[in-house]
Every structure is written in structure tokens, then in C-alpha cells.
């Protein structure tokens, strides 16, 4: 959602306005339902899937959009402590999607996921570990590229993308086995 800060976002909603001009970045695939289990084709390869990037699009960016960056996160691995599956950044802010199977636009950077790759792997919870939730994210960033450094991890990229995104939106999906 566009940052409108809370309080103004509550204030309005009080009052029966809504921001000016603003308006919700939205993330969709064709792939992946909000929700919904993810299909076997976006599921870590060791686990028995396809580890298949799903087709992500977004709209609804702010015209000020520099860059994207997009990532996957399951919060509920590692006992709370999560898990990151794909970073992208320094998607140009002509960037509006991405085809399935991941493949990055020129001067796009991937960074190194909690498997200790660049790349996208997908969903391989533990068995028995219950129902794990994945966040599709698209980061709005007010700057052509990303000063995180050519080894990017999630844990490293999420403070940076929380505090100077100017809007993101997710979507999440979820898998267990």
C-alpha cells in the first residue's frame, strides 16, 4: 500500500476521506491465488516440485518509482525466524512484471536467498511443520539502484526495503507438507 502514513490513513478513514491522489499498489499472478495452496511447479525442487518462479505484475506504483525490487519470504520457517526464498532488486522502474521461470530484465540484480543461491527456490517446508505462508512482495524504491552491496541477502535487503520504499504490496500464498 502506498505509504499515506498511518495516522493520516486513520484520520481519514475517520472522517470519511481517503488520501488525495493515492492510491494501493497491487501484486497478481497468474499463478499463484491469494490464499491458495501454491501449485507444485512453484515448490523447491528437493521437495518434490518444479521450482518454477511464478509470472508476478504489478500496478498502482507511484510515478516517483526509481526501481523495483521483489522478493519471497516465509515467516513462519526456522520457528518464527523465516526464510527467504527470492530477492530481486534494481528491476528498472519500466518493470511491471516478470515472466514466469524468473528470468530478470537487463540490470536487474538478484540477491543470495537462505538456500545460498541467486535465484528464485521455492516452498520446502519441513514436513509435519504445518502450514507455512509465502509473501510475494513488490518494493516501489525512489532510487534506481539499491546501495545493499553485489551479496544482498533477505536478511540484509528487508530493513533497507522497509525503510526507503515509498509502497509495496503483497501477495501471499501458502504450502505445507
Given at each position: 500500500?502506498?505509504?499515506?502514513?498511518?495516522?493520516?490513513?486513520?484520520l481519514?478513514?475517520?472522517?470519511?476521506?481517503?488520501?488525495?491522489?493515492?492510491?494501493?499498489?497491487?501484486?497478481?499472478?497468474p499463478d499463484?491465488?491469494?490464499?491458495?495452496?501454491?501449485?507444485?511447479?512453484?515448490?523447491?525442487s528437493?521437495?518434490?516440485?518444479?521450482?518454477?518462479?511464478?509470472?508476478?505484475?504489478?500496478?498502482?506504483?507511484?510515478?516517483s518509482?526509481?526501481?523495483?525490487?521483489?522478493?519471497?519470504?516465509?515467516?513462519?520457517?526456522?520457528?518464527?525466524?523465516?526464510?527467504?526464498?527470492?530477492?530481486?532488486?534494481?528491476?528498472?522502474?519500466?518493470?511491471?512484471?516478470?515472466?514466469r521461470?524468473?528470468?530478470?530484465?537487463?540490470g536487474?540484480?538478484?540477491?543470495?536467498?537462505?538456500?545460498?543461491?541467486?535465484?528464485?527456490?521455492?516452498?520446502?517446508?519441513?514436513?509435519?511443520?504445518g502450514?507455512?505462508?509465502?509473501?510475494?512482495?513488490?518494493?516501489?524504491?525512489?532510487t534506481a539502484?539499491?546501495?545493499?552491496?553485489?551479496?544482498?541477502?533477505?536478511?540484509?535487503?528487508?530493513?533497507?526495503?522497509?525503510?526507503?520504499a515509498?509502497?509495496?504490496?503483497?501477495?501471499?500464498?501458502?504450502?505445507?507438507?
Amino acid at each position: 500500500m502506498v505509504k499515506c502514513v498511518m495516522a493520516a490513513a486513520a484520520l481519514a478513514a475517520t472522517l470519511g476521506n481517503s488520501c488525495q491522489g493515492a492510491s494501493a499498489m497491487e501484486l497478481t499472478s497468474p499463478d499463484v491465488a491469494p490464499g491458495a495452496s501454491l501449485a507444485p511447479a512453484q515448490v523447491f525442487s528437493q521437495c518434490g516440485g518444479g521450482n518454477v518462479a511464478p509470472a508476478l505484475a504489478w500496478a498502482g506504483a507511484p510515478a516517483s518509482a526509481k526501481s523495483f525490487a521483489v522478493t519471497l519470504f516465509d515467516p513462519d520457517a526456522h520457528g518464527g525466524q523465516g526464510w527467504w526464498h527470492w530477492i530481486v532488486y534494481n528491476l528498472p522502474a519500466t518493470t511491471h512484471s516478470l515472466a514466469r521461470g524468473g528470468a530478470l530484465p537487463q540490470g536487474a540484480d538478484a540477491g543470495r536467498n537462505d538456500f545460498g543461491r541467486k535465484e528464485y527456490d521455492g516452498a520446502c517446508p519441513p514436513e509435519g511443520s504445518g502450514t507455512h505462508h509465502y509473501q510475494f512482495t513488490v518494493w516501489a524504491m525512489p532510487t534506481a539502484t539499491l546501495d545493499v552491496g553485489t551479496n544482498a541477502t533477505g536478511e540484509a535487503i528487508e530493513p533497507y526495503l522497509k525503510v526507503h520504499a515509498i509502497a509495496n504490496a503483497t501477495l501471499t500464498a501458502t504450502y505445507q507438507r
